[in-house]
């Protein structure tokens, strides 16, 4: 079946780092694919996502590009805030399901020092 | 606020009662979500509503757990016999069903403690 898989945290940076968050994935057809942030004590916001191959998506400096080649989809950063720590999850849906039902990698923590 | 709510936001149970969760939708999404989320884990799928029609359940519920959307508005997710097993944060997301906008919006989730 379907599975997404991501990098292992926590991930700990200092301010203004690059950061790079790997994620994976494992679908039939052609999936869609998002990336997902969990502040503290907040429920999921969507934070970027793409729907076909080679797309980019991007949101508040953060990227993502769909890399079906590779199956691919990570997310990455120029330059990380402290407002960054969080909880970042990858996730897909689509590709032989039209439900629209999301599949989630386990998720990564991000801790931003300054 | 015109975004999902959820209520309660935490309950704590004792092994063996039953419980029931809300999840108010944003009004004009006709897709509705559940989904189970434990500690340090992702979310993980468990039914699904396109209005009132429960589309899709996963393996993962169990015959103690039953959901119903009955005028394709709120969702009700009822526990049977809670285990300790069954602590986790339940999520409710809605979307819509258009093929270019279906973006799901999450609730703030129920957190259960079953002791």
């Known amino acids: 079946g379907n599975s997404v898989t991501q990098m292992e945290g926590p991930v700990t940076l200092s301010e203004e780092a690059f950061l790079t968050i790997n994620c994976t994935y494992t679908?039939?057809?052609?999936?869609?694919l998002f990336w997902y942030v969990q502040y503290p004590g907040e429920g999921l916001q969507l934070l970027l996502k793409a729907t076909k191959a080679d797309d980019k998506g991007s949101n508040k400096g953060f990227e993502a590009t769909y890399r079906k080649e590779t199956t691919s989809f990570h997310l990455e950063k120029g330059s990380v805030q402290v407002s960054d720590s969080a909880v970042y999850f990858c996730?897909?849906?689509?590709?032989?399901?039209?439900?629209?039902?999301?599949?989630f990698g386990q998720g990564t923590t991000l801790q931003v020092k300054p | 606020d015109t975004g999902v709510s959820q209520n309660p936001r935490h309950k704590i149970t004792k092994r063996g009662q039953n419980v029931t969760f809300r999840c108010d939708p944003i009004?004009?999404?006709?897709?509705l979500y559940w989904y189970r989320q434990t500690l340090g884990q992702g979310p993980e799928f468990l039914t699904y509503f396109q209005n009132e029609a429960q589309l899709e359940k996963s393996r993962l519920l169990s015959d103690r757990f039953s959901a119903e959307r009955p005028k394709g508005s709120f969702s009700t997710l009822e526990i049977q016999r809670t285990e300790q097993g069954d602590s986790a944060m339940y999520l409710c997301?809605?979307?819509?069903?258009?093929?270019?906008?279906?973006?799901?919006?999450f609730g703030p989730g129920t957190r259960l403690t079953v002791l």
């Open positions: 009004s004009e999404h006709n897709r």
């Open positions: 679908a039939t057809g052609y999936p869609s």
């Open positions: 996730a897909l849906s689509g590709g032989s399901s039209n439900t629209g039902k999301l599949i």
């Open positions: 997301a809605s979307s819509l069903a258009l093929p270019r906008d279906n973006e799901q919006f």
